[in-house]
């Protein structure tokens, strides 16, 4: 079976609180976008084996999140050895949820593929089980993330008809020290009423991704890419959760940045 796990974007995030088991409790609106990866699994005569391609994988010391999801499904359900492969289009560790995206969608095909008829609830809570991005791949349509980033409700705000500029510089940044960077506070405007009721315009004064201000600092570079799309007509732009990938979402076509272009990952793409 061929799968193509896309990524997200985060539009506002909003840092509320440090939980006493070390996480932090969030709100964040999670959006699709069409960057993808490609993943494929065939039954194997085996054990089963995963290799990659594309883009390298750093590892953190754990099996591949393809693997771990199809280890958590195996643990309750009869599923055969497989040979799994996974083309990496997606960068890594970039706050695009790549990797909670291919695990969402491995759990998705197999339940498809091997008749488990899991719906999404079960689904998403075994999802949850391999990283707090994982559950919203389950549905893959527009949500908004509160408590640890799990819970899920559906956030109406529609971006189709705009286009995208999507910038990674290649600055990994660890997901744990990221949030360990950061202040938790009561937010200033409630996420939902900025997406839902007020116009894209008014998103640059409202709506804020908590991570910018400690991670801007350390790596400066972040805020002039930033600054960079609003002067090339943005009409909103931000980080992508932790970092380090930048967007911009522009009413036209958006122009090619030659400076950033030629250096960093760098696409365009319509909503
Ligand atoms: C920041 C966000 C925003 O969408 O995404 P990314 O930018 O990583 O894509 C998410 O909260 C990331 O989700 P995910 O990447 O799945 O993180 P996890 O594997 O669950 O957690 C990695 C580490 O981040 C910290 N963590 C994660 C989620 C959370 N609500 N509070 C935390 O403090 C914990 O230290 C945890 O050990
Ligand atoms: N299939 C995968 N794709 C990407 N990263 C993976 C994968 N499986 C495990 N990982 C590990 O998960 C970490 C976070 O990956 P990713 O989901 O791309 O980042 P982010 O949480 O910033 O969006 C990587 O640094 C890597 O060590």
Same mark, same amino acid.
């Given at each position: 079976?061929?799968?193509? !796990?896309?990524?997200?974007? &985060?539009?506002?995030?909003?840092? %509320? $609180? ?8 969030? &709100?964040?609106c999670l ?12 039954? @194997? ?12 994988? !750093? ?19 009869? =599923? ?27 759990? *998705? @095909? ?12 079960? =689904?998403?809570?075994? @999802? ?8 919203f791949?389950?549905q893959?349509k527009p949500a908004l993330a509160?408590?640890?980033? %799990?819970?899920l409700e559906p956030c109406n705000v ?19 020290? @990221? ?13 939902k009423?900025?997406l839902e009721?007020?116009? +894209? ?5 409202? =709506?804020?991704?908590?991570? $910018? $201000? ?5 790596? !400066? ?9 609003? $002067? ?23 122009? +090619?940045? *030659? ?13």
């Amino acid at each position: 079976m061929l799968i193509f !796990p896309n990524a997200k974007i &985060n539009l506002g995030l909003q840092i %509320t $609180e440090k939980l006493s088991n070390g996480y932090h409790a969030i &709100n964040s609106c999670l959006y699709p976008i069409p960057l993808k990866d490609a993943l494929e699994f065939v039954p @194997a005569k085996k054990k089963t084996a995963f290799n990659s391609s594309g883009s390298s994988i !750093p590892s953190d010391g754990k099996d591949n999140l393809v693997i771990r999801a199809y280890k958590l499904l195996k643990k309750d359900f009869h =599923l055969p050895e497989l040979n799994i492969h996974l083309h990496k289009n997606i960068p890594t560790g970039a706050g695009l949820g790549g990797g909670s995206s291919d695990a969402a969608f491995m759990l *998705k @095909a197999l339940s498809d593929y091997y008749q488990l008829f899991l719906d999404d609830s079960f =689904l998403e809570s075994y @999802a949850a089980q391999l990283g707090s991005d994982c559950p919203f791949f389950i549905q893959n349509k527009p949500a908004l993330a509160s408590g640890t980033g %799990t819970e899920l409700e559906p956030c109406n705000v529609n971006l189709s008809g705009y286009h995208l500029v999507l910038i990674h510089p290649g600055l990994h940044i660890s997901t744990k020290e @990221a949030y360990a960077g950061t202040t938790p506070k009561e937010p200033e405007h409630q996420l939902k009423e900025i997406l839902e009721k007020a116009d +894209i315009s008014t998103w640059r004064e409202t =709506l804020v991704n908590d991570f $910018e $201000e400690s991670i801007f600092k350390k790596q !400066p570079i972040l805020a002039e890419i930033k600054a960079e799309l609003y $002067e090339q007509g943005a009409i909103y732009a931000a980080m992508s959760g932790s970092g380090s990938s930048l967007f911009g979402i522009y009413k036209e076509q958006p122009p +090619i940045i *030659k400076a950033f272009s030629q250096k960093f990952f760098y696409r365009t793409m319509s909503l």
